[in-house]
């Protein structure tokens, strides 16, 4: 398992793996937009040479915001996600970040889950903040961790 910075060439076969679990997947170009941008890191875990799963978050004055992070389904209960948080964490700390902090899906019990077990608590709640393929809307819970 190797994690880099993710690089232009990247940006489709990120934008696939989004699509395959998020139901509002970000495009090739947001991706090249957030790999461009000098408030955000996008990185990715290599596993035997192919891209398994990436992670995308922004740090501004003291703070992290995690936007994405997924694994693509043939990697999944791999390790890849707690990798790439890992990554996030020893980032954060070397960059004198305070407080790291994610809003999730209500129904996703296994985000949050892994959430906790990596420290989060919970923070709030977002209502009707993610849209859903019926038109209608779910909340997102917010979860923050000190640093």
Known sequence: MIIRPAAAADCQTLAQIDARGNPSPWSAAQFQAAIESRFDSVAVCECSGKIGGFIVWQSVCGESELHLIATSP???????????????????????????????RQSNAAAQNLYRKHGFQTAGIRKNYYPLANGGREDAVLMEKSC
């Open 74 to 104: 043939e990697h999944r209960r791999c390790g890849i996600a707690s990798a790439l948080l890992a990554h996030w964490f020893q980032t954060a700390s070397a960059q004198h970040i305070e407080r790291l902090f994610l809003e999730v």
